[in-house]
């Protein structure tokens, strides 16, 4: 039965795995702390980082957030003051048209009747030549009928003679 007794372990069985395994923890130590803790601290710099962005970020979507819903809630309001805005415009807009076309119509019938001024009175110069013309045509044509021979006898007689005369 001794044979398959268990061989219990010795402190000096167990002396050399355990001062095997504290010289690698210390060496490990003397060459790894200094990484390890950059390493951690460097982390914890992002980390910090990351948490106060993310909390920026929080705050500006606050931010939006509260802003889009007094705009939601200003809409009506904003959408009747540029219904006002646009109808006051749309109003300025048509007077100023209709000035600009009652000028523009005072204009036209100022040229209308300085043209029928001026046609008027081309007219009038036109009829007035004409009438002349026909007066002296049949004024003519009257003296001649009415003149007989004697009557131009005397004409050059008086003629000759008051041509004759010192004026």
């Known amino acids: 039965m ?3 007794a268990a061989q219990h372990a010795t402190v000096g069985d167990l002396f050399w795995p355990v001062l095997n395994f504290a010289i690698f923890v210390a060496v490990l130590v003397r060459f790894l702390r200094p990484p390890a803790v950059e390493y951690f601290r460097a982390r914890a710099v992002r980390l910090r ?11 500006e979507a606050e931010a939006l957030r509260a802003t889009l819903a007094r705009d939601v809630e200003n809409l009506p309001a904003l959408r009747s003051q540029l219904r006002a805005d646009l109808r006051a415009t749309a109003e300025r807009e048509c007077e100023a048209l209709l000035a600009l076309g009652r000028t523009a119509a005072e204009r036209i019938r100022t040229d209308a009747r300085l043209l029928a001024e001026h046609e008027f009175a081309a007219a009038r110069a036109a009829l007035r030549a004409e009438v002349i013309e026909e007066a002296v045509r049949q004024a003519t044509a009257l003296i001649r009928q009415a003149i007989r021979p004697e ?5 050059v007689r008086e003629f000759v003679t008051g041509a004759g005369a010192p004026a």
């Open 2 to 4: 001794t044979e398959h």
């Open 49 to 59: 980082e990351a948490l106060q962005a993310g909390t920026r970020a929080r705050a």
């Open 151 to 155: 009557d131009q006898e005397r004409f």
